[in-house]
């Protein structure tokens, strides 16, 4: 069974890069067809999300976070990474790593999520 | 990047069945028959529920079902239970650069 675990710290200075990554066991992340993404959550808020990447590196940003956002993958490892620089409190949120499903354009895997404050 | 539009809300007793909306743009929605949704209990992550517009994935109960039309896509929890109470959030492809966008999500409060 596939699953997808988020690793990095939770405390992030405003102004400094949020860094994330997510490791993905039971499952290959070099599959054709298949996109690795994360999507964040606000407290109390839905979900938005933030970008995606292919195992060949083709990537897909959110419009409102390009400028700050990028996505990496490193298929040895089997993970997939997140930095987003300049940060503010707004960033604060839960950030989820998940499979885009095969030819289709749906989350089918999800990891726990984890909560990343912005704060001094 | 806009979010597609959801009620903040729907309630119902148990056994009855309640309808969510989700409203698009021919740039996502109404264009492609790629809308999901998704169950959100307080604390957890996200499950897939329906992709593609009406496909059940296993392990989902067939009280869950999904519609389109136009640019309004729906779902609907029949024989409501009181372990449907979460939130619920559709998704579809969007033309944009993000590849996905999503909903604002919806409360189903079990009364």
């Known amino acids: 069974q596939l699953q997808l675990q988020e690793s990095g710290p939770g405390l992030v200075k405003p102004s400094e890069t949020l860094s994330l990554t997510c490791t993905v066991s039971?499952?290959?992340?070099?599959?054709?067809?298949?996109?690795w993404g994360w999507i964040r959550q606000p407290p109390g808020k839905g979900l938005e999300s933030v970008g995606l990447?292919?195992?060949?590196?083709?990537?897909y940003y959110n419009p409102s976070l390009q400028s700050r956002v990028t996505i990496s993958v490193d298929t040895s490892k089997k993970q997939f990474s997140l930095k987003l620089n300049s940060v503010t409190a707004a960033d604060t949120a839960v950030y989820y790593c998940?499979?885009?499903?095969?030819?289709?354009?749906?989350?089918?895997?999800w990891g726990q999520g984890t909560l990343v404050v912005v704060s001094s | 990047q806009s979010a597609l539009t959801q009620p903040a809300s729907v309630s119902g007793s148990p056994g009855q069945s309640i309808t969510i909306s989700c409203t698009g743009t021919?740039?996502?929605?109404?264009?492609?028959?790629?809308v999901s949704w998704y169950q959100q209990h307080p604390g957890k992550a996200p499950r897939l529920m329906i992709s593609?517009?009406?496909n059940r994935p296993s392990g989902v109960s067939n009280r869950f079902s999904g519609f389109k039309s136009g640019n309004t896509a729906s779902l609907t929890i029949s024989g409501l239970q009181a372990e449907d109470e979460a939130d619920y959030y559709c998704?579809?492809?969007?033309?944009?650069?993000?590849?996905?966008?999503f909903g604002g999500g919806t409360k189903v409060i079990v009364l």
């Open positions: 998940a499979r885009l499903g095969g030819n289709s354009v749906h989350f089918d895997s």
């Open positions: 039971g499952g290959s992340i070099s599959r054709s067809g298949f996109y």
């Open positions: 990447i292919s195992y060949t590196g083709k990537t």
């Open positions: 021919s740039s996502d929605v109404s264009g492609y028959n790629y």
């Open positions: 593609d517009v009406s």
């Open positions: 998704s579809s492809y969007t033309t944009t650069s993000a590849l996905v966008v």
